[in-house]
């Protein structure tokens, strides 16, 4: 005969294997996830209380006959109680896999479960781990926010995710329009003093240098794509050329805000102004990895920085990642900033006596000889400022240099010479940089010029393009220019949350 507690649990498992068999595969992934609740939560009774469920008694208080249960018996029970247990949460694993197989998979489905449990079932089947399962289960159920600051976007998104993650992201705005990306038309909201004059025209060429944007973007796997999920968020950054100098702040300060595409809830929030910087950086070290593939060696190169602030700095990072550095010059109006930045790196480097170590210099950019100098024996250029003039002139170019531009964004901004675009075979992230002034050459020069314009970095990933093979008589260079676009951002954040929740990193906030 079956104790109470052996038939309670008995009793239970079969409804909860009887419900999650019976369920038709029109069945909404929420009204599952309800159904695993209830069993999560019997899960953890049977692990917290006594096998029936009822509070312990002590150890005199049992009356004889009255069918309570004392100490003695919870003790003899424990071990049945503990296979119960086990057994269930077993059995909560193999019914959500059943449900992944058979159920049409929504966004937030492929949102809430882990990775594993997303493989193609007919080669691999998935590995159960009931821990994950039950995590993600209460997860999904519960109406939380994750909350991540700078330091935690850092630890959950170092540049090698970065490439990756961002390798993706430019891959989807490719010119065929099969990449399921959705970048809508930002929001430019400028920022003024009281005291400054509001303009007549709201041009982006006649506003003032800050700004505050608001940039959003979704991403919508292709047909037929199951190892992918719906991701919707948007971006708020904001140009403050005061912060250093008057706040000790960043003159980028940005943030991520994503949402369950399923519910339309907030899900995460994220500190972005590393990330920003470091999806940048990882658009510029693609571009670079794809100009110099055509190389018969990417060993000992020359890489030259105009800028010492956090793009410098993941710009560095990121080409390192890529090819292969043993000389970095760094070039700021600033010196003192840019000794910081060299310092910085030189930390992070080997042992003076090992090979690997890289020669780093500092220029100051007002030293006209010493820029000139620098960029003649740069074999990669990265240019991270937001100048109105030209850092240097395209004549000292040497040929086969590979060009970065980041730091402009309007048609009044150019960092990069007209004589260097002439010379240079050119990559854009999105189209919109066909209207920041460095490549306003591009739309004045004629027919000649379009010849210079290969195309889409997204393109070039996915070999759509060749780019970096193009080299003639008036073609030596390459150039890639960006201005940076929200699905990047988009693909950065979700890749950083996802890190973060399966550390633990950040703050949860109850909604």
Same mark, same amino acid.
């Given at each position: 005969?079956?104790?109470p507690?052996?038939?309670?649990?008995?009793?239970? !498992?079969?409804?909860?294997?009887?419900?999650?068999?019976?369920?038709?595969?029109?069945c909404?992934?929420?009204?599952?996830?309800?159904?695993?609740?209830w069993?999560?939560?019997?899960?953890?009774?049977l692990?917290?209380?006594?096998?029936?469920?009822?509070?312990?008694?002590?150890?005199?208080?049992?009356?004889?006959?009255?069918?309570?249960?004392?100490? &003695?018996?919870?003790?003899?029970?424990?071990?049945?109680?503990?296979?119960?247990?086990?057994?269930?949460?077993?059995?909560?694993?193999?019914?959500?896999?059943?449900?992944?197989?058979?159920?049409?998979?929504?966004?937030?489905?492929?949102?809430?479960?882990?990775?594993?449990?997303?493989?193609?079932?007919?080669?691999?089947?998935?590995?159960?781990?009931?821990?994950?399962?039950?995590?993600?289960?209460?997860?999904?159920? !519960?109406?939380?926010?994750?909350?991540? !600051?700078?330091?935690?976007?850092?630890?959950?998104f170092?540049?090698?995710?970065?490439?990756?993650?961002?390798?993706?992201?430019? &891959?989807?705005?490719?010119?065929?329009?099969?990449?399921?990306?959705?970048?809508?038309?930002?929001?430019?909201?400028?920022?003024?003093?009281?005291?400054?004059?509001?303009?007549? !025209?709201?041009s982006?060429?006649?506003?003032?240098?800050?700004?505050?944007?608001?940039?959003?973007? &979704?991403?919508?796997?292709?047909?037929?794509?199951?190892?992918?999920?719906?991701?919707?968020?948007?971006?708020?950054?904001?140009?403050?050329?005061?912060?250093?100098?008057?706040?000790?702040?960043p003159?980028?300060?940005?943030?991520?805000?994503?949402?369950?595409?399923?519910?339309?809830?907030?899900?995460?929030?994220?500190?972005?102004?590393?990330?920003?910087?470091?999806?940048?950086?990882?658009?510029?070290?693609?571009a670079?990895?794809?100009?110099?593939?055509?190389?018969?060696?990417?060993?000992?190169?020359?890489?030259? +920085?105009?800028? &010492?602030?956090?793009?410098?700095?993941?710009?560095?990072?990121?080409?390192?990642?890529?090819?292969?550095?043993?000389?970095?010059?760094?070039?700021?109006?600033?010196?003192?900033?840019?000794?910081?930045?060299?310092?910085?790196?030189?930390?992070?480097?080997?042992?003076s006596?090992?090979?690997?170590?890289?020669?780093?210099?500092?220029?100051?950019?007002?030293?006209?000889?010493?820029?000139e100098?620098?960029?003649?024996?740069?074999?990669?250029?990265?240019?991270?400022?937001?100048?109105?003039?030209?850092?240097?002139?395209?004549?000292?170019?040497?040929?086969?240099?590979?060009?970065?531009?980041?730091?402009?964004?309007?048609?009044?901004?150019?960092?990069?010479?007209?004589?260097? +675009?002439?010379?240079?075979?050119?990559?854009?992230?999105?189209?919109?940089?066909?209207?920041?002034?460095?490549?306003?050459?591009?739309?004045?020069?004629?027919?000649?010029?379009?010849?210079n314009?290969?195309?889409?970095?997204?393109?070039?990933?996915?070999? =759509?393009?060749?780019?970096?093979?193009?080299?003639?008589?008036?073609?030596?260079?390459?150039?890639?220019?960006?201005?940076?676009?929200?699905?990047?951002?988009?693909?950065?954040? =979700? +890749?950083?949350?996802?890190?973060?929740?399966?550390?633990?990193?950040?703050?949860?906030?109850?909604?």
């Open positions: 005969m079956s104790s507690a052996e038939y309670t649990v008995r009793k239970k !498992s079969s409804i909860l294997s009887h419900s999650a068999l019976s369920i038709s595969d029109g909404s992934v929420t009204r599952l996830a309800t159904l695993f609740n069993a999560l939560t019997l899960i953890t009774r692990n917290c209380a006594a096998p029936c469920g009822r509070a312990l008694p002590s150890e005199t208080s049992a009356t004889p006959g009255r069918g309570d249960i004392t100490r &003695a018996d919870v003790a003899a029970r424990e071990p049945m109680a503990m296979l119960v247990v086990r057994k269930s949460r077993r059995l909560l694993a193999v019914a959500w896999r059943w449900v992944l197989e058979r159920s049409p998979l929504d966004g937030y489905a492929l949102y809430s479960f882990p990775p594993h449990f997303l493989k193609n079932k007919k080669t691999t089947k998935p590995p159960i781990n009931a821990n994950d399962m039950i995590h993600q289960t209460s997860r999904l159920l !519960s109406n939380t926010m994750l909350i991540l !600051s700078e330091a935690d976007a850092r630890r959950c170092p540049v090698p995710v970065a490439i990756a993650a961002n390798r993706k992201a430019l &891959a989807s705005l490719r010119k065929d329009e099969d990449g399921g990306a959705v970048v809508p038309t930002r929001i430019s909201l400028p920022y003024r003093a009281p005291t400054v004059a509001t303009p007549t !025209s709201t982006s060429s006649s506003l003032p240098a800050d700004w505050s944007l608001f940039k959003p973007a &979704a991403y919508y796997p292709r047909e037929g794509i199951t190892d992918e999920e719906i991701l919707m968020g948007m971006k708020l950054v904001s140009i403050r050329s005061r912060n250093p100098e008057k706040f000790n702040k003159t980028v300060p940005a943030t991520t805000m994503l949402l369950n595409s399923e519910t339309g809830e907030v899900s995460a929030i994220l500190a972005a102004t590393y990330l920003t910087a470091a999806r940048t950086a990882a658009g510029s070290a693609l670079t990895e794809l100009a110099l593939s055509n190389r018969k060696t990417q060993d000992g190169l020359t890489l030259l +920085v105009f800028g &010492a602030g956090l793009q410098a700095e993941l710009h560095i990072r990121s080409i390192q990642h890529v090819v292969n550095i043993n000389r970095l010059v760094i070039i700021n109006r600033s010196l003192l900033r840019a000794e910081k930045l060299k310092e910085m790196i030189l930390k992070e480097q080997p042992n006596d090992s090979e690997a170590q890289i020669d780093i210099s500092t220029t100051l950019l007002s030293d006209k000889d010493g820029v100098n620098a960029v003649k024996n740069a074999d990669i250029i990265c240019a991270a400022t937001n100048t109105c003039t030209p850092l240097f002139r395209g004549e000292w170019l040497k040929p086969g240099c590979h060009i970065n531009g980041v730091g402009s964004y309007t048609p009044l901004m150019q960092e990069i010479d007209d004589a260097t +675009v002439r010379r240079s075979e050119i990559l854009i992230d999105t189209p919109e940089a066909l209207d920041v002034g460095d490549l306003s050459c591009l739309k004045q020069g004629g027919d000649d010029l379009q010849f314009f290969a195309g889409l970095i997204g393109d070039a990933i996915v070999g =759509n393009i060749n780019f970096g093979r193009r080299r003639d008589d008036r073609i030596d260079c390459s150039f890639y220019k960006s201005v940076g676009t929200a699905i990047m951002d988009l693909f950065s954040a =979700n +890749v950083a949350v996802n890190n973060a929740r399966k550390n633990k990193i950040g703050v949860e906030v109850d909604m």
